[in-house]
């Protein structure tokens, strides 16, 4: 049972270049998430899905797309880098967050993402 | 909106000391609080939740947190800390809005110091 898998978990682009991030989770979660994280900021919610075929805005969507083709996989797209979009990038899923006994988010191990 | 503050960005304790972690949040319903710890370079693993189960909830690694809805507070408490507590911890909020997953909302985060 690995959980939350993320790839890559290191990338450096340069400003205009697109890339695609890809995560993956084996618990049959309905539920998955994309953050950032910067220094001094928490975590920031980017996008989320409610199930395969959803995606919804989050706190901070923009200058990034989703697709949530399988239920298993949720992609984060950046279409045009730019050097505010240097951080750390953590996808996340749950099964159900309104039930309070399965409302937690499992979290993946993170992309360190920087634009030069 | 809810919100969530950690007072402290910094909290350092001596070894075997107590340690307190603060967390104070804003929510117009009744809230779901999670307390997450990152250790570096990794992701986020949760170390306890709040569901209104239960006001004192107790986690992993001997930490626990009290709920107290008239000070709106879920500060984080552990009787003796050790070396391996060393980390960043993330308070979180998510709204009960029943139905519907708007992910987590974050504190900064508070950076735990723990001195030999």
């Known amino acids: 049972n690995a959980g939350v898998t993320q790839t890559p978990k290191f990338r450096v682009l340069k400003t205009g270049q697109s890339m695609t991030l890809l995560c993956a989770q084996d618990?049959?979660?309905?539920?998955m998430y994309w953050y950032r994280q910067d220094p001094g900021m928490g975590l920031r919610l980017i996008h989320y899905?409610?199930?395969?075929?959803?995606?919804a805005k989050g706190e901070v969507p923009d200058g990034y797309n989703v697709s949530r083709l399988k239920k298993q996989n949720f992609l984060l797209g950046l279409e045009s880098a730019a050097p505010s979009q240097t951080s750390v990038y953590f996808c996340?899923?749950?099964?159900?967050?309104?039930?309070?006994?399965?409302?937690?988010?499992?979290f993946g191990p993170g992309t360190r993402l920087t634009v030069l | 909106a809810q919100s969530v503050t950690q007072l402290g960005s910094h909290v350092s304790v001596s070894e075997g000391a107590l340690v307190l972690l603060r967390c104070n949040y804003s929510s117009s319903v009744p809230p779901y609080l999670f307390w997450y710890v990152q250790y570096p370079n990794q992701g986020l693993q949760l170390l306890l939740k709040y569901t209104s189960a239960a006001t004192l909830v107790k986690g992993i690694n001997g930490f626990e947190a009290e709920f107290k809805k008239s000070e709106t507070s879920f500060h984080l408490t552990k009787p003796s800390a050790h070396m391996s507590d060393a980390a960043e911890y993330f308070c979180?909020?998510?709204?009960?809005?029943?139905?519907?997953?708007?992910?987590?909302?974050f504190g900064k985060g508070t950076h735990l110091i723990i001195q030999p």
């Open positions: 996340a899923s749950s099964h159900n967050p309104t039930a309070p006994s399965h409302n937690e988010q499992f």
């Open positions: 618990m049959n979660h309905e539920y």
């Open positions: 979180a909020v998510r709204a009960n809005r029943g139905g519907g997953a708007d992910g987590l909302t």
């Open positions: 899905s409610v199930g395969e075929g959803t995606t």
